[in-house]
């Protein structure tokens, strides 16, 4: 099957490189062996501060085999959570203060573990107005002209419209130069290593690449969620390689292909949808597996330890979350596990089981998958032929000279034996 690819645009200040590799095994040099800690959750700033229990579990961190941690939006926002971005340049949140972000960044840089920040610059909140913008000042010329405030003086959107705050006009050279020095004092203070971005299909991609490429960003991903049909998985997958072309592959994004592709399976038996038509993996990490950050749940699909959901929640199967992660865990991508699976739901000692059969055997984001079995019942596959897994209830077995690193209830883990 032909992944059509696209040529993006260039708009003022952006050259277009060539895309990502294709090939069957989509092996890359130098695998990228990173496993990803989602560190917060809806309502983690009910714990106040959350930075101190971040700082607290760093070492915990590092020793389950986590090395690297996505942290929440940093800033001041009108919603605790902070995703209604108000004082940009202000570090005091319902997270905790500005002092208390950077003890826990240090924890995390101590324990050998890089952190990025969640990014949100698709739009903003006034300070008591709809868009009196302070700290960095910006004036109406900042708001798209199409934003509902209907005051707004600048540019039409360039992406996708969001009704609950300001869509700010990114074609303004002064406003990517004020979000250039944001994330720049970001990175010296304090201390972040990358970020996540914050509904990426709200502006142009274009912009995004400008600003991780001036940031000096050492990893960065975005969120594209796009209507999910399980019929189309392609259209899908294929939607986040468009994407990702138009950033040159600089910027990953989260693999909501597999996300919905699994836990379909996982509910029905339908294994065989995890295999596509060319015998690869059908999520996105079949196509671009190095730029697929993998995941069960986040802080939108997922439930907190409270067990309630966001209104546009989409939760994985909760008696079948370990069986996720022993697909993400043993797969190549870059797997994100989410917090209160770890440490809320008493799952730390498992998940930390599959990461360190992960790590025995080699598997990184570039890894070769070869599925042995994708039917009603049953999924199995071989990665980089030093570790096999196992989904389903129907019975398998990779055969002689494999030892069992993990299992549980529809999942088995092997390692090749030395």
Known sequence: MSVRKIAFAAVLFLSVLPSRPEGLLFAASGGDATVMMQGFHWTSWKKSPWWGEVRYRAAELSAAGIDLVWLPPPSDSLA??????RRLEVLDSGYGTAAQLAAAVKALHGSGIRVIADIVVNHRVGVDDWADFAAPAWGPD?????????KGQGA??????FH???????????????????????????GFDGWRYDYARGFSPAYMLAYNR????????????DDFDPARPDAHRQAACDWMDAVNGEIKVFDFTTKGLLQQAVLSGEYWRLADSAGR?????????????????????????DGKVQERGWPFPSDKVLAGYAYILTHPGIPCVYWPHFFDWNLKAQITGLIKARSAAGVTASSSVKIARAERGLYAAYVDGALAVKLGDNPWSPGAGWNKAAEGAGYAVWTRQE
């Open 80 to 85: 605790p959570e902070g995703y209604m971005p």
């Open 142 to 150: 900042s708001v798209c002209s199409d934003d509902e405030w209907g």
């Open 156 to 161: 039409r959107d360039t992406g996708k419209g």
């Open 164 to 190: 609950a705050a300001r869509d700010i006009d990114h074609t303004k050279p002064y406003v990517r130069e004020s979000v250039t020095r944001w994330l720049n004092s970001l990175r010296d203070n304090p």
């Open 214 to 225: 001036a940031s000096g960003a050492a990893f960065s991903v975005a969120e594209i969620w």
């Open 281 to 305: 993996p059908a999520g996105l990490l079949g196509w671009w597996p190095a730029n697929s950050v993998t995941f069960i749940d986040n802080h939108d699909t997922g439930p907190s330890p």
